[in-house]
């Protein structure tokens, strides 16, 4: 096998961690929506997500005022609702209206759900350790919600720029993880 270089800031998409997801966070009086890619689980029980934040988005100072969100997980059915939300801020524009999105009262945050994603994490700041070095967010599900009509969810990748890839074909290979 003959390998080639490859650039180090193409390595994201290489390792890309799971799905796009849509965080909901509640300030000044109204919740807002960022699209967010770089998490990951960081612990089974309770369940831990390790996200990144940058310290540019209006959703940054939301969670760390706030202290608690929701993780929305779509399917690519609303694909173009969820690259739309990542392309625009939620300083001055309700997400929520701009894009179709329906807010759901969750049951232990002030953030909402989003009803037109499949799951929703219901979530708490645990740990703000790496945020001013890395803007590296440990939240905490308080609670998780997903659509019993939903079977096999095809959810949204970013592979950086302007590519992604839809989840695939599902196979079942014997694995200790329960």
Avoid: Q
């Amino acid at each position: 096998m003959a390998l080639k270089c490859f650039p180090l800031s193409k390595v994201y998409g290489l390792l890309e961690p799971g799905p796009v997801v849509l965080v909901t966070t509640v300030g000044k009086g109204r919740p807002d929506i960022m699209t967010m890619s770089w998490h990951t689980m960081v612990e089974f029980e309770p369940p831990l997500v390790a996200c990144i934040i940058s310290n540019r988005d209006y959703s940054f100072g939301l969670l760390r005022a706030g202290k608690e969100c929701v993780i929305a997980i779509p399917t690519v059915e609303i694909a173009e609702k969820v690259v739309g939300c990542g392309n625009t801020s939620g300083a001055k524009l309700d997400k929520f209206k701009k894009f179709g999105l329906t807010p759901t009262p969750a049951a232990l945050v002030d953030a909402p759900l989003i009803a037109e994603c499949f799951a929703n994490l219901e979530c708490r700041v645990a740990d703000t350790t790496l945020v001013t070095k890395y803007c590296l967010f440990i939240l905490e599900v308080l609670k998780a919600w997903v659509d019993p009509m939903v079977k096999n969810p095809k959810t949204l990748h970013h592979l950086g720029n302007d590519n992604f890839m839809v989840a695939g074909e599902r196979i079942k290979l014997k694995s200790k993880m329960k």
